[in-house]
Antibody, heavy 122, light 110 residues
Framework: QVQLVESGGGVVQPGRSLRLSCEASGFTFSSYGMHWVRQAPGKGLEWVAVLYSDGSNEYYADSVMGRFTISRDNSKNTLFLQMNSLRVEDTAVYYCARDQGVDTTWYEIDSWGQGTLVAVSS | QSALTQPASVSGSPGQSITISCTGTSSDVGGYDYVSWYQHHPGKAPKFIIY???NRPSGVSNRFSGSKSGNTASLTISGLQAEDEADYYC??????????FGTGTTVTVL
């Protein structure tokens, strides 16, 4: 079955960087677009970024554009989120998620990881 | 990139039907049929319950159904059960090739 396991979360000071990883198993990782979604404490879900299956296209939410970079290593079945210039408002649980489209990205998420907590605080 | 608008809360008695609305614009909900719905129990991973406006993934109860009219999509839960108590979110593809979530709706079973 599909498994997505996030890691790399923790406490970080404002302005610093953090890199999240998501190890995927149970499916052909290179055939699926992948997303990052976050949920701040007491708030709703917020989409962060998407990366197409072949890495050809990436798109970001306005709130993270220019600060976050999504990438993938299809040889290691791993998705990444490089987060730079972190702000207090980036504090959230970050979920790795799979798009349901095979070899195309439908922007409809069919599988989620359990999430990793990022806390930005001085 | 504003969030889609959902009611903050909806409630119903066991066995009743409830409907959650999700209002966007012609640049998202109204312009595409890539509308999905998710059920989220706090502390757990969200669950995919509707895609392409009306379709249910395999294994999802047929008590969940989706529809769309203009810029507003809707999720209906029929035969409400205690286990349906959760937060529900809609999403839509947008004209900027991004994804937007709804503001979320808490469903309470009375």
């Amino acid at each position: 079955q599909v498994q997505l396991v996030e890691s790399g979360g923790g406490v970080v000071q404002p302005g610093r960087s953090l890199r999240l990883s998501c190890e995927a198993s149970g499916f052909t990782f290179s055939s699926y677009g992948m997303h990052w979604v976050r949920q701040a404490p007491g708030k709703g879900l917020e989409w962060v970024a998407v990366l197409y299956s072949d890495g050809s296209n990436e798109y970001y939410a306005d709130s993270v554009m220019g600060r976050f970079t999504i990438s993938r290593d299809n040889s290691k079945n791993t998705l990444f989120l490089q987060m730079n210039s972190l702000r207090v408002e980036d504090t959230a649980v970050y979920y790795c998620a799979r798009d349901q489209g095979v070899d195309t990205t439908w922007y409809e998420i069919d599988s989620w990881g359990q999430g990793t907590l990022v806390a930005v605080s001085s | 990139q504003s969030a889609l608008t959902q009611p903050a809360s909806v409630s119903g008695s066991p066995g009743q039907s409830i409907t959650i609305s999700c209002t966007g614009t012609s640049s998202d909900v109204g312009g595409y049929d890539y509308v999905s719905w998710y059920q989220h129990h706090p502390g757990k991973a969200p669950k995919f319950i509707i895609y392409d406006v009306t379709n249910r993934p395999s294994g999802v109860s047929n008590r969940f159904s989706g529809s769309k009219s203009g810029n507003t999509a809707s999720l209906t839960i029929s035969g409400l059960q205690a286990e349906d108590e959760a937060d529900y979110y809609c999403t839509s593809y947008t004209s900027r090739s991004t994804l937007v979530f709804g503001t979320g709706t808490t469903v309470t079973v009375l």
